[in-house]
């Protein structure tokens, strides 16, 4: 590379005179590396950044250490989503469904024992029907139980107050 290319592609780089360039090129026998660190400390170019990588956090305090990182992603992994929240419920709902049973006994006698997820597909196909269907089977001594490994009392108790209803209902309407 001729003289005039060397001083053509450091006023390029440096973005300084034809001058200056030409002067820093003798000052540094004609390298162009020494000619820009020599215009470096001439302050007429301005040095790149400095970037500094380490693994130490302290060094740079804009790093976070390693394990703060960690330790707060394990604290969001602990907040669970709204799916994942659905989802647990639709299972634990599912094993319900599937665990428990809907009994019917009439006069001490088991006339029904299905799963509780075939009652209520029952239930949400031909809803009118069996609202019906199990309002006049109350008025004729039939009695519904939920039984398996749920918390049935509560559901059971209310079974039982509407089958003690429909017995007053029906005693009223004999004495009348």
């Known amino acids: 590379m001729d003289e005039l290319e060397k001083v053509e592609k450091l006023r390029e780089r440096a973005n300084v005179s034809y ?3 030409k002067e820093a090129l003798e000052k ?3 390298d162009l590396l020494d000619a820009m660190v020599y215009l470096e400390k001439q302050g007429k170019v ?4 400095q970037t500094s990588y380490s693994t130490d956090a302290s060094e740079q305090p804009k790093y976070a250490d390693v394990p703060a990182i960690v330790k707060e992603g394990e604290e969001r992994s602990n907040e669970e989503s709204v ?10 709902a599912g094993r319900y469904l599937n665990d428990n049973h809907l009994k019917v006994e009439h006069k001490d006698k088991i006339i029904l024992d ?13 809803w009118w029907i069996l609202v019906i269907l199990i309002i006049i089977s109350l008025f004729c001594d039939y009695r519904y139980t939920i039984v398996g490994t749920g918390n049935n009392e509560e559901v059971n108790k209310v079974m039982e107050k509407a089958s003690e209803f429909t017995g007053q209902v029906k005693d009223e309407f004999k004495n009348n």
């Open 19 to 21: 001058e200056e360039a």
């Open 28 to 30: 540094s026998n004609g």
């Open 46 to 49: 301005k040095s790149p950044e």
């Open 83 to 92: 799916g994942k929240k659905l989802g647990k419920m639709l299972k634990k």
């Open 114 to 126: 299905i799963p509780l997820w075939v009652a209520l597909i029952a239930l949400l196909a031909a």
